[in-house]
């Protein structure tokens, strides 16, 4: 079964001060791997995705093959940054490949 | 363009019941996939339509159905409410299938069981 786990349902972090939230996924073949952003009150939003290879709002993500891992990092944040990030993938090989697969999400809190 | 949109908004039901939840896709887009969301299990793929075809299912049971028009629009229902169907459910609508395309989600409808 395809898996993406995000350790820490909670950050907190100083506003300024380095972000990085982790993600792994459950290693079956080249899936995509994405991060999905909901700020208060607002719908779910794609942030970035691995392909792209993009920094959005000051936010990248480096694909590890060999740690299975995509995790999230800004090197100052901002208080606009608090939301609820989720990690998510898709493809690669496998059962479930097909479909979106979301880590459970960390919760960013910006500290002023 | 208008964004996903999704009817009602909020839902209370008593168990045993039945309910049917709407999605209206990004005008052009054919594929509408829903998912559930809960505290405890985070976002949970439901199933995917595409030109009016199911072509991807989750391990939801079988009271979990869904269905989508000519016009894209999809519903899902689910029969013999029970009181852990209470979830935001979310649609999420891309240009083509679910691979490639970025999905944009709808605001959800919080469906809640009594």
């Known amino acids: 079964a395809q898996r993406v786990t995000q350790p820490e349902k909670l950050l907190s972090v100083f506003k300024g001060a380095p972000v990085e939230l982790k993600c792994n996924y459950s290693?079956?073949?080249?899936?995509?791997l994405f991060w999905y952003v909901q700020y208060s009150r607002q719908r779910l939003q794609l942030l970035l995705r691995h392909i792209s290879r993009e920094s959005i709002k000051g936010f990248t993500a480096d694909l590890n093959k060999g740690e299975t891992s995509f995790h999230l990092k800004k090197p100052f944040a901002q208080e606009e940054d608090s939301a609820m990030y989720y990690c998510?993938?898709?493809?690669?090989?496998?059962?479930?490949?097909?479909?979106?697969?979301f880590g459970k999400g960390t919760k960013l809190s910006v500290i002023p | 363009k208008a964004g996903v949109t999704q009817t009602p908004r909020y839902l209370i039901k008593t168990r045993g019941q039945q309910v049917t939840l709407s999605c209206s896709p990004i005008s052009g887009h054919r594929s509408v996939s829903w998912y559930q969301q809960t505290p405890g299990q985070g976002l949970q793929f439901l199933f995917e339509y595409f030109s009016e075809t199911q072509r991807n299912k989750g391990n939801f049971p079988g009271r979990f159905s869904g269905r989508q028009f000519s016009n894209s629009r999809s519903e899902m229902n689910v029969s013999t409410l029970e009181l852990g169907d209470s979830a935001l459910y979310l649609c999420?609508?891309?240009?083509?299938?679910?691979?490639?395309?970025?999905?944009?989600f709808g605001p959800g409808t919080r469906l809640t069981v009594l």
């Open positions: 999420a609508s891309s240009s083509q299938g679910a691979t490639g395309n970025e999905q944009f």
């Open positions: 998510a993938r898709r493809g690669g090989s496998g059962a479930g490949s097909y479909q979106l697969t």
């Open positions: 290693y079956s073949g080249s899936p995509e």
